[in-house]
């Protein structure tokens, strides 16, 4: 399954039972909380059916058929160039869409590009939107050790949460589900991880390392360390704020952890050398074959310009348009609307990519389904953004004159949250029915300030698509037939948060002089377990029922990205035992590279998911269904 909240997750019952991770589903959680009920910090518990409740904005997707599209497309826009090259390919992909899914109201198709836009497949998924939540621990049982165990191991983590998935009000019939295992798990056995990692980048030139390196991940550390420091100075002024500051603050330190963690990796004179030999040996391989060179051209000096220009544009393209909002779904809502009441009165083919005719259904669900926006954290959010553009945009610049309209960060920010009325959805539905009329004639402050700043964040996209994406795309096609042409099929493509399956044994790895053993037990959990990592009450009265033997979480060589949360582990009799919910500290340059030796994805067992559903939620109707019964 793959969830449109960036994650993975695999049916386990035949009644639309999906298992993920907790983190997965945090947004979700602090939807449905209130000051009254924390589902964050308290859990999530239903009995029945009944009591599972909507996740807003949510929608999962099932992939049931795939396509080559690359010839048509190719031939579509064979010899165009410029706006009729844009025009020929976007009509060719739209038509590989409509052949593959219908009028099928049921299913979404999607155009997928693989190595750089050489090869493109078109993908049909079953899409489910109405998603409910089920079951979610505590947030201290499944972040336990909090960020200082982030991308490390050992680790006691009960990552795990369930969601259903339903179709015209009930459950969906899923036939098919993975059977679910409590046996003991083998160091050295065979496992395998299907999920849908969203981006890897090991086909990037030196020249894209090096712009990663110098400018890009610098500054998305400035502008994370920026709003952890204003949510973290927010939660600490009481309870409420700490609850509503926390899957933000989750989300930020979880952010900075991987781009350090990126920066390290490019900062490893080994690393970047074995890059450079790389590059260096398919460009003499390529060179010492006049026809394949005639056919490749340069594409990494183009890319390499795009690069250059990428120092130009990154300031603008990250302020107005990538980071636009910091997070506020105010923001979020008043973009989504202003640019679905403007893109809407085009062909699709001429839209925005993101409100093409596949993606309508996901805009407006994710517009219109009730969800929480208090103007506390808004105002938090929103101030925070602001500063940071106008640092990073300068002071000066017309830019941030027209961003601000004269007033302050904190009081611009501070009007916008109390002011809209975004926060009703029936507000929002009337917006969004009513089309650019009534996005035109509202006076909603934060609607007025998207359509007065927009002409902004569309003016820095699209110098970023014409200098820097344009030249990278089509350099990076032409690499990949190289690499094709020199390499033949072992080519691995990069990511594309599309399903990937993923084969590796449980194994832990040296680390120095010592061995990381690749289980944890639940003894281990309660070892751990002081002042500074407590665990909830519930936990602490069951001790005594539970078998303390139980692998906890566990740790295998299979290579996973970012995406892959949620992701089902199997063994090799095709049976469930256990959900990836993290990686190690060398997974994380595995954006980059894979390396065997260190690089490990980390799961937590179904058998602990089990025992702690017996013995501390005492789920029996959760476990019967997990049990087919």
């Known amino acids: 399954v793959r969830l449109t909240s960036g994650c993975s997750a695999a049916l386990v019952s035949r009644e639309g039972l999906a298992l993920t991770n907790q983190h997965c589903v945090l947004n979700c959680a602090q939807a449905l909380s209130s000051p009254q009920h924390d589902y964050v910090g308290e859990g999530f518990l239903t009995e029945a059916k009944s009591e599972e409740r909507l996740c807003p904005g949510l929608q999962a997707e099932v992939l049931v058929a795939i396509a080559d599209a690359t010839g048509p497309i190719f031939a579509a826009s064979h010899g165009k160039t410029g706006a009729a090259f844009v025009l020929a390919r976007e009509e060719a992909i739209a038509k ?29 998924f079953r899409r489910f939107d109405d998603v409910r939540l089920v079951f979610a621990p505590e947030f201290a049982t499944a972040f336990f050790g909090g960020d200082a165990d982030n991308f490390t191991f050992p680790r006691f983590d009960l990552d795990c949460a369930f969601l259903r998935l339903y179709d015209h009000g009930r459950p969906a019939a899923t036939p098919s589900p993975l059977a679910w295992s409590r046996r003991l798990l083998s160091a050295g056995e065979a496992v395998f991880v299907s999920g849908n990692p969203g981006l890897t980048e090991r086909g990037d030139t030196l020249a894209e390392l090096e712009a990663a390196r110098d400018v890009v991940l610098p500054a998305a550390e400035r502008d994370h360390e920026a709003a952890r420091a204003r949510l973290a100075a927010f939660a600490a002024t009481g309870p409420e704020n700490r609850r509503l500051a926390a899957e933000r603050l989750f989300d930020e330190e979880n952010a900075l952890k991987v781009i350090r963690g990126r920066r390290a990796a490019l900062a490893d004179p080994a690393f970047m050398a074995a890059r450079r030999a790389e590059e260096e040996a398919l ?3 390529v060179a010492a074959d006049p026809k394949l060179a005639a056919e490749t051209g340069d594409p990494w000096a183009q890319i390499a310009a795009g690069q250059k220009a990428r120092v130009g544009d990154e300031a603008a393209w990250r302020a107005l348009e990538y980071e636009a909002g910091g997070g506020s779904q105010l923001f979020a809502w008043a973009r989504a609307l202003v640019r679905a009441a403007a893109e809407r009165a085009r062909p699709s083919v001429q839209r925005l990519p993101e409100f093409a005719d596949s993606r309508l259904d996901i805009i407006a669900k994710q517009v219109t389904d009730p969800r929480p926006a208090p103007a506390a954290l808004e105002t938090v959010l929103l101030a925070s953004w602001l500063e940071r553009a ?8 017309a830019a941030v004159a027209t961003l601000l309209g004269g007033e302050t960060p904190d009081a611009l ?40 700043t927009d002409p902004l964040a569309r003016a820095a996209r699209s110098a970023y698509e014409d200098e820097v994406v344009g030249p990278d795309q089509r350099g990076q096609a032409l690499i990949a037939r190289a690499r094709f042409a020199v390499g033949g099929g072992a080519v691995y493509p990069d990511a594309t948060f599309t399903p990937r399956l993923s084969w590796g044994r449980v194994a832990g790895w040296e680390k120095g002089a010592s061995t990381v053993a690749p289980f944890t037990t639940l003894a281990g959990l309660f070892a751990r377990v002081d002042g500074a990592d407590p665990l909830p ?12 033997s139980t692998v906890f979480d566990f740790v295998t060589t299979n290579d996973i990205a970012g995406g892959s949360s949620g ?63």
């Not at 979404?108 to 693989?114: A, P, Y």
């Open 96 to 124: 590989a869409e409509r052949s593959l899914c219908g009028r099928d109201p049921r299913l979404r198709c999607q155009v997928i590009s693989f190595f750089g836009g050489a090869e493109l497949k078109v993908y049909a």
């Open 567 to 629: 992701s089902p582990v199997v063994d090799a009799r095709g049976e469930l035992i256990g959900t990836a919910f993290d990686g190690n500290e060398a997974s994380i340059a595995g954006d980059f590279a894979y390396e065997a030796a260190a690089n490990r994805t980390v799961a937590v067992s179904t058998a602990a998911i089990s025992e702690a559903l017996a013995k501390v939620y005492r789920r029996s109707a959760l476990l019967a269904e997990l049990a087919g019964k």
């Open 390 to 397: 106008r640092q990073d945009l300068g002071a000066d610049s």
């Open 413 to 452: 920010a501070r009007r916008l949250a109390s002011a809209s009325r975004l926060a009703d959805p029936a507000f929002r539905r009337a917006l969004l029915s009513g089309g650019w009329p009534a996005i035109a004639a509202s006076e909603d402050p934060m609607i007025a300030f998207v359509v007065r």
């Open 283 to 285: 460009r003499a391989r």
């Open 537 to 548: 009450a519930r936990w602490l009265g069951a001790k005594g029922d539970l078998d303390l």
